[in-house]
């Protein structure tokens, strides 16, 4: 006897227990308003099929119960709630975010201490870093690159307009905080998709 013969008895067979059940049922419930009838054998049959995708359905048969006992109470109310909704099978959870990668702690601090300690260089390096992580969605993205390449180039332009007139020390400390403000800025602007993947 081969394995595929085998298999075909086996579904037969279950397919035996189904059908029988069906039909002992039906035979139960014949003193039964047809519409009542029609949804008991419905959700009886939705209720089976369910559960045989990933059990024997003589388990699923035996929860069910012997089909006098639930027509008769069928006919004290109506349709047992947990056919009506019946369990479904347990569903994996997806897993947890997996923990900031050490380069998202790095974008952040080459944004906030980076501008501090190597203006320029230091955003525009946290801003590609941050740029090419998975960590954060695009629009975080796009306004963190957009605040501290803006402020960079902008620190950029008062830098030169102030070296070319008579202020170029008030013109330094404006460019440098135009700087720091803009960078951290991005910061901001990406620190809650960091502290929501911690």
Known sequence: MTTDHLATAALAHADTLVLDYLAALWAATEDIEPGLRDELMTTVADYIALRRAGEDPSVALQRLGPPGALADSVRRGRIPVHLRTPARPAVAQPPAAPPAPAADAVALGLLTAGSVFLPGAG????????????????????????????????????????????????????????????????????????????
């Open 123 to 198: 955003p525009l390096a946290g801003t590609v870093i941050a740029l090419a992580s998975p960590r954060w969605t695009a629009g975080p993205k796009v306004a963190a690159a957009a605040l501290s390449t803006g402020s960079v180039l902008l620190s950029f332009l008062v830098l030169v307009a102030a070296l070319s007139t008579s202020l170029s020390l008030p013109g330094l400390v404006i460019s440098y905080i135009l700087g720091i403000a803009g960078a951290n800025l991005a910061a901001v602007t990406l620190l809650p998709g960091f502290r929501a993947s911690r």
